[in-house]
């Protein structure tokens, strides 16, 4: 009788893998997200599907309060935002667009300079 209950179970495991990975897999169409160094302070770049187009943000963080820095936002090579903004209070900056989908893959491109030095920072994704 335990031999019967073993093989139950197993197999009730056997089946239910395939059903849990099936759950948890990732949308084709996930919104995507960069993290990294940015001078003093971090970054967050991320696209995320919006209708017929994507959402771009740009999140700078940790940054001197008051400091100015320049973000330059790219969508297949074409600008769609640079702007000069300074740090708030808390030593954030977040600039937000959106950009419509084209054919095929797109690419996004976000470069962040401080005005007047030499920290920076980049990163790109690409979306299918």
């Known amino acids: 009788m335990s031999h019967r209950i073993t093989a139950a179970l197993a197999a009730g495991s056997l089946l239910a893998a395939p059903v849990a990975l099936v759950a948890t897999a990732p949308s084709a169409h996930a919104d995507v997200e960069r993290h990294g160094k940015c001078g003093p302070g971090v970054y967050d770049f991320s696209v995320d599907r919006e209708g017929a187009g994507f959402e771009v943000s740009a999140d700078v963080d940790g940054l001197k309060p008051g400091s100015r820095w320049k973000i330059v936002l790219r969508h297949d090579g074409t600008k769609i935002a640079s702007v000069t ?8 900056i977040d600039v937000e667009r959106y950009a419509r989908g084209s054919a095929g893959a797109d690419t996004f491109k976000m470069k962040v300079k401080r005005v007047g030095g030499t920290a920076s920072c980049g990163a ?4 299918r």
């Open 85 to 92: 903004r300074r740090a708030d209070r808390e030593g954030d």
């Open 124 to 127: 790109s994704i690409t979306v």
